[in-house]
């Protein structure tokens, strides 16, 4: 178990460095505070979009 762990402990990097991209883009996208602020909250679940949109594209 102790070598489970380990060979996905990049995982949450890879998450986190996507979340930070993700919040660049969308707080850079706002027109205003409260935007910027949707744009943070859009950045906190962007792998939701993700699948969302995949999922979407392969129905069709």
């Known amino acids: 178990m102790k070598n489970d762990v380990q060979c996905h402990a990049s995982n949450g990097a890879l998450y986190f460095?996507?979340?930070i991209g993700a919040a660049v883009y969308y707080i850079s996208q706002?027109?205003?505070f409260w935007m910027g602020v949707v744009g943070f909250l859009k950045a906190c679940v962007w792998p939701a979009f993700?699948?969302?949109d995949t999922l979407k594209?392969?129905?069709m």
């Open 17 to 19: 460095f996507g979340m």
């Open 30 to 32: 706002a027109t205003g």
């Open 50 to 52: 993700l699948v969302f």
């Open 57 to 59: 594209h392969f129905a």
